[in-house]
């Protein structure tokens, strides 16, 4: 068993980006195990997304044609069969929402491993070895298991592949049990509309859990006048009800790509910065010098908010 | 109908620690509830307080250390709790996935309830599939990344969001028995009350050893192996501006009105 298999992830008649991502991931598994890299796409326009994911590095491309929309029940059942079909060394899939609504499924009914969120990988004869975060990414961690296994891997990690391929095309029957699909998908809603929109400002005042109380976001609503800047804030901000959802960025709030993104109090979990990582100039202001956002601050104050914003208030009145 | 809600003892982390071989340092430790399975609890005790269900029953693996956390389960109107621990898992550094899943499901089938709520992840080690990987052995329906549920179950059926990326949710039919993995935001988890701390001290908290359970010590072996475990190169090239609050904000003035984006 030297090949791998790679599931791509689209919704609502897209690729998501991802499934470019993992093109490479699986590229990079498929040569250090020595086989060929097959990539399956399931449910939804199957010949449409086969030709765009023709990319450099596929050999073989199985399309699924099983309904419009992801099916949790659908995926596993059809990459399951594949799975007994193409005899891969590793299954890999995104770290999506998707991803982890099949791919533990998959690995549970197959008995293998499962290493999820892996944001690196390396595979050397039996054994892979997978790079981890913990606790929030204070940690990285290497973990290794030895044969066959499903992986997913978080986005934004591998490069898009790029190029045009030459990969075999074909329909993959898979025989779908329609007695063991027990969810339906019915429908979609956009969240988070509303009177201010996030991903037009320039400069933004965002606020984490280090604000610790509602009353204290009377503070950053100061800075924010002071500033002419408008508030927006992480995911536990929006959770206890102390700012509408349509104020939260990351992951499954709004990208955003202001002038200047200021993070008050927030530590740059993974899913917080994939919606502000496009900002052109980042600061931090943060009691904790190795908190993740340092990475990708381009300016820091470690400094306590409470006497920091004050200040900052202070110059602009 | 009964709801089973997993929850964990996850260690938190303070700012500055040492790691000492695949471990953090014990005295850079606190220990917390976890995040999700907070909302998960709130979510099952609203329930039970709808009068749809008739039992909450928190399961949680691990040492006797961690019984003060899983009582903030039953502060908060969980019926009883379950407790697996066993010498085998004294030696473990990491519990994979396959693992969890195993003591789980022995759980479960002694339980048999029609709805097992999860987080969606631990804050420590973040594997993210324990509830769905669940569920599949279960032979149980499932849905990942939950953050609304309706509570009238018409037809045996849970009727949920599932939060999708970039503020996209999906709205799914899922039949019972299923298991729903929690995200935060699906509801405003409680403090636990002081009466409610007083009486979950009387409430029943069960230890269960694996051979109790059944479950072979074999099966809880990982197969994901720790090997290394270190802070991550630091890949910041920020300016850090030292000095006094005052200072650093007239830094960050200079820097707002540089870019033209404050006065
Ligand atoms: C599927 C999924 C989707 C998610 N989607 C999102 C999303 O879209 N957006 C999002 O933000 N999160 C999202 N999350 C949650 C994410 O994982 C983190 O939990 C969250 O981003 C943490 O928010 P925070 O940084 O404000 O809080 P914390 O991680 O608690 O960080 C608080 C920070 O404040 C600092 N601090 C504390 N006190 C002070 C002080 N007085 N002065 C200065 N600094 C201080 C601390 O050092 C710490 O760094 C998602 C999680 C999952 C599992």
Redesign the interface.
């Known amino acids: 068993m030297t090949n791998v298999l790679a599931v791509a992830d689209h919704?609502r008649g897209d690729l998501?980006d991802v499934s470019y991502e993992i093109i490479t991931a699986g590229r990079q598994l498929a040569d250090e195990t020595g086989g060929d890299l097959h990539l399956a796409v399931v449910s939804g326009t199957v010949d449409d997304f086969a030709e765009k994911l023709d990319r450099e590095g596929v050999d073989v491309i199985h399309t699924v044609d099983h309904g419009e929309e992801?099916n949790?029940d659908i995926y596993?059942q059809a990459t399951i069969q594949l799975y007994d079909d193409v005899a891969p060394q590793y299954v890999v899939t995104p770290?999506?929402?998707?991803g982890?609504?099949?791919?533990?499924?998959v690995?549970?009914?197959l008995d293998l491993?499962?290493?999820?969120?892996a944001v690196a990988l390396d595979a050397d004869g039996d054994t892979l070895?997978a790079t981890?975060?913990?606790?929030?990414?204070?940690?990285?961690?290497?973990?290794?298991?030895?044969g066959p296994a499903v992986i997913?891997i978080r986005e934004g990690e591998w490069p898009a592949a790029e190029g045009t391929g030459d990969a075999t095309i074909g329909a993959f029957a898979a025989e779908i049990d329609e007695s063991e699909v027990?969810?339906?998908?019915?429908?979609?809603?956009?969240?988070?509309g509303g009177d201010v929109d996030i991903s037009e400002a320039?400069?933004l005042v965002s606020v984490g859990r280090g604000i610790e109380e509602e009353e204290n976001l009377e503070l950053i609503r100061d800075l924010a006048d002071a500033?002419?800047?408008t508030v927006s804030s992480s995911?536990?901000i929006?959770?206890?009800?102390w700012l509408p959802?349509n104020r939260?960025v990351g992951?499954?709030?709004?990208?955003v790509t202001?002038?200047?993104y200021?993070a008050i109090g927030i530590s740059g979990a993974v899913q917080h910065v994939a919606g502000m990582k496009g900002s052109d100039?980042i600061?931090?202001i943060n009691?904790?010098?190795?908190?993740?956002i340092?990475?990708?601050?381009?300016?820091?104050?470690?400094?306590?908010l409470f006497?920091?914003v004050?200040?900052?208030i202070?110059?602009?009145q | 109908m009964k709801i089973l809600v997993t929850v964990k003892e996850v260690?938190t982390?303070e700012?500055?620690?040492e790691?000492e071989g695949?471990e953090?340092a014990d005295r850079y430790l606190g220990a917390d509830l976890n995040e999700w399975d907070d909302y998960a609890i709130e979510e099952a005790v609203q329930l039970q307080e709808a009068g749809i269900a008739d039992e909450v029953v928190a399961v949680t693996i691990g040492p006797e250390d961690c019984e003060q956390t899983i009582r903030q389960a039953l502060a908060k109107g969980a019926d009883r709790a379950v407790r697996v621990w066993d010498d085998a898992l004294e030696e473990v550094d990491?519990l994979?996935?396959?693992a969890k899943?195993e003591i789980l499901r022995a759980v479960v089938e002694e339980e048999t309830p029609d709805l097992v709520l999860t987080g969606?992840q631990s804050?420590?080690?973040?594997?993210?599939?324990?509830?769905?990987?669940?569920?599949?052995?279960l032979g149980y329906?499932?849905?990942?990344?939950v953050n609304h549920l309706e509570h009238d179950f018409d037809d045996g059926v849970a009727s949920v969001?599932?939060?999708?990326?970039?503020?996209?949710?999906?709205?799914?039919?899922?039949?019972l028995p299923?298991a729903l993995?929690i995200q935060?935001?699906i509801n405003?988890p409680r403090y636990a009350s002081l009466r409610g701390i007083r009486q979950a001290q009387r409430k029943e908290l069960a230890v269960r050893s694996l051979a109790e359970l059944g479950v072979d010590e074999s099966a809880v072996e990982s197969?994901?192996?720790?090997?290394?475990?270190?802070?991550?190169e630091?890949?910041?090239d920020?300016?850090?501006?030292e000095g006094s609050?005052?200072e650093?904000?007239?830094?960050?003035?200079e820097?707002?009105r540089e870019?033209?984006?404050?006065?």
């Open positions: 919704r998501r992801f949790h596993a770290n999506s929402v998707n982890l609504d099949y791919a533990p499924a690995a549970a009914r491993p499962i290493v999820t969120d070895t981890r975060e913990m606790y929030g990414g204070k940690v990285e961690t290497t973990t290794e298991l030895d997913s027990g969810s339906t998908v019915t429908g979609f809603e956009e969240v988070g320039d400069l500033l002419g800047a995911r536990p929006v959770d206890n009800g959802k939260q992951q499954s709030g709004k990208v202001p002038d200047v200021i100039t600061v931090a009691t904790d010098p190795n908190a993740p340092m990475d990708i601050a381009d300016y820091a104050i470690v400094d306590d006497d920091v004050p200040a900052l202070e110059e602009f | 260690a982390v700012d500055e620690f790691i695949t953090i990491l994979d996935v396959g899943t969606v804050g420590d080690d973040s594997w993210m599939a324990t509830g769905v990987s669940l569920a599949e052995e329906e499932w849905g990942a990344v969001r599932r939060e999708l990326e970039g503020g996209v949710e999906e709205l799914t039919e899922i039949e299923a993995t935060t935001g405003e197969e994901v192996r720790l090997t290394d475990m270190y802070e991550p630091s890949e910041s920020a300016t850090v501006w609050a005052d650093t904000a007239t830094q960050l003035g820097l707002l870019k033209g984006v404050a006065q």
